[in-house]
């Protein structure tokens, strides 16, 4: 399978590099995308860096360039309900933008609401960025279907009740739909994990133990693709 592997820092999956001796080839026209055999899959390693807009930009270049039988992007997140604790993991297949727009008259009015955006605007499906691949492969029927936002306000505990009434939302990421948006303009099949780091309902949060989970997850979705 030739797979493109999206990750914001090489650092968040440099155990399992080690652990698998994997080398990784950087490529010589884009400083950001790296390339190795990875057991029987020909991967590209893509590294975003933070931001939604510098994880589409990159994703972009990359999708320009090659072809992938599959996309799979792993990010670390906040949740916005009680029960997904740091290391529970979610698919994401619906992204949505959670705060692109402006407060009127203090009411919290996005891009939909002021007309900017619309439901039925490409590459929307079904009235969202909705991944239709998201039953494309049983590796992944395990991770429990989940509606995420992408965020530039990154875990502000104060907009959480709002952010989850308005967008009915599980948790929030800083650069999803900057992949989902792309993928689903490029038709390229794909697949959002979201490893949680912090639940900003409870307070809990455990980032090396997400990383943890990051790692061993991917090792083992990478033997059974």
């Known amino acids: 399978m030739k797979l493109l592997l999206c990750i914001s820092s090489l650092t968040h999956i440099e155990p399992l590099l080690t652990e698998k001796g994997i080398i990784l080839k950087k490529n010589p026209s884009f400083s950001f995308l790296y390339s190795s055999q990875i057991l029987h899959h020909e991967t590209d390693v893509l590294e975003t860096v933070v931001g939604v807009h510098q994880t589409t930009y990159k994703i972009a270049k990359a999708l320009q360039q090659n072809k992938y039988h599959l996309a799979l992007k792993l990010s670390f997140g906040n949740a916005y309900k009680a029960d997904y604790t740091p290391c529970h993991i979610l ?6 933008p959670g705060d692109y727009g402006t407060y009127i008259n203090d009411e919290w009015r996005d891009c939909y609401d002021l007309g900017l955006l619309k439901h039925d605007d490409e590459p929307h499906v079904r009235g969202g960025y909705i991944n239709l ?7 992944f029927v395990p991770f429990k279907k989940a509606v995420g936002i992408t965020v530039n306000n990154y875990a502000d505990a104060a907009q959480v009740n709002m952010r989850k009434e308005k967008y009915k ?11 989902a948006y792309t993928c689903l303009f ?9 490893f949680i780091e912090r639940n900003l309902v409870t307070g809990e949060e455990n980032f090396p133990l997400a990383k943890t989970t990051l790692n061993n997850t991917l090792g083992e979705i990478l033997e059974k693709l």
């Not at 698919?91 to 949505?96: D, M, R, S």
């Not at 691949?133 to 590796?139: E, F, K, P, Q």
């Not at 939302?169 to 992949?179: A, H, K, W």
């Open 133 to 139: 691949t998201n039953a494309y492969m049983n590796v």
């Open 91 to 96: 698919n994401i297949v619906n992204e949505k």
């Open 169 to 179: 939302v599980d948790c929030e990421t800083g650069d999803g739909l900057g992949f």
């Open 186 to 194: 490029e038709k390229q099949n794909f697949y959002h994990l979201c």
